[in-house]
């Protein structure tokens, strides 16, 4: 069964920079869009980027472009979010995932196209 397991959350200052690493058990896009995740407090749960199966494109939210960067070690079978110039409001559960089917598009699946989620790892963005 495929698992992805995320890590690397943790309290860091605003301005601050974070590394994520998300560990599946076996890795092969295969089609399949791989994607972050996250869900603040109170909030729903929104894309944060994603890589396309198809073309390899990654894609970011607006509200991390320029400060978030997704890639992928294939020999490794992790896929990673360096996160730079932290902000309070990127305080949220991170989960890493894979589209439920294989994505053909060049934009990120919605969360409900998404499975195999893993258990989330907790940034805190404070001062």
């Known amino acids: 069964q495929l698992q992805f397991v995320e890590s690397g959350g943790g309290l860091v200052q605003p301005g601050g920079s974070l590394r994520l690493s998300c560990k599946t058990s076996?890795?092969?896009?295969?089609?399949?869009?791989i994607g972050w995740f996250r869900q603040a407090p109170g909030k729903e749960r929104e894309g944060v980027s994603c890589?396309?199966?198809?073309?390899?494109?990654?894609n970011y939210a607006d509200s991390v472009k320029g400060r978030f960067t997704m890639s992928v070690d294939n020999f490794k079978r992790t896929m990673y979010l360096q996160m730079n110039n932290l902000k309070s409001e990127d305080t949220a559960v991170y989960y890493c995932?894979?589209?439920?089917?294989?994505?053909?598009?060049?934009?990120?699946?919605?969360?409900?196209?998404?499975?195999?989620w893993g258990k989330g790892t907790l940034v805190t963005v404070s001062s």
């Open positions: 076996g890795f092969t896009l295969d089609y399949y869009a």
């Open positions: 890589i396309s199966g198809t073309d390899g494109v990654t």
């Open positions: 995932a894979r589209s439920r089917f294989r994505w053909f598009l060049s934009t990120c699946p919605e969360d409900s196209e998404m499975d195999y």
